[in-house]
């Protein structure tokens, strides 16, 4: 690959960066709790070094990166308001016309447990493609091992989230634990991005499927 197609193909990986820096500048200008804020935004600054680095040695699909996109960004929304105050069924109730909380009769913010889903689903891409460059699993396990890297993943935050809520403590700590009086909090949310991961790896192992399947003939190779 010469140094043109190189940097072809990193426009839309940086554009997305771009993108998604300017997002975070305008949401941390007035978040609603600024210490939150900057404490839903450690991880963020721990991922985003690590992906600009690891880009020359291992380039994501376009697709990968568009998907951690949407998911940082949605990450983002749940930073400037906090979770448990992200005012979306407002803007359900705009767009529709109608409070979808009401309309299923429930009192809860559900924007934190949209957004473990949606790490579960959006995540899940990149760490297939990681776990295939790197450990070139074979046959159920190529599906297997993302999924289960995903669910260690969402424990480990999990248990970081906890431990941060019981250090900072006070307000602080409960905005950020974000339970919402919610005893089974952590399991749900795990559970959540657990199916987020397999509804991920289901779209990812059908579309290889139609791709090892011969158009003309009908039979795999």
Request: aromatic share 12%; charged share 15%.
């Amino acid at each position: 690959m010469n140094d043109r197609t190189r940097q072809k193909g990193a426009r839309f990986p940086a554009f997305l960066l771009a993108v998604f820096v300017i997002v975070v500048v305008a949401l941390g200008v007035a978040p609603r709790y600024r210490q939150d804020w900057a404490m839903e935004n450690v991880l963020v600054l721990l991922a985003l070094p690590l992906l600009m680095l690891g880009f020359r040695r291992l380039r994501l699909s376009n697709a990968s990166y568009a998907a951690l996109f949407v998911f940082l960004l949605l990450h983002e929304v749940g930073a400037h308001y906090t979770y448990s105050e992200v005012p979306w069924d407002r803007w359900f109730s705009a767009l529709s016309g109608f409070s979808l909380n009401d309309a299923l009769g429930v009192s809860r913010n559900h924007f934190d447990r949209a957004i473990h889903f949606s790490y579960g689903l959006l995540v899940t891409p990149a760490v297939v493609e990681l776990a295939a460059a790197r450990t070139s699993p074979r046959g159920a396990w190529r599906w297997i091992v993302p999924i289960s890297l995903m669910t260690a993943s969402s424990a480990l935050y999990e248990l970081f989230e906890w431990g941060a809520a019981v250090w900072f403590g006070g307000d602080l700590g409960v905005a950020y634990l974000g339970t919402q009086g919610d005893p089974w909090d952590a399991q749900q949310d795990m559970f959540l991005a657990l199916l987020g991961s397999v509804a991920a790896v289901a779209v990812l192992a059908a579309v290889a499927g139609c791709r090892r399947r011969d158009p003309r003939e009908g039979v795999r190779h």
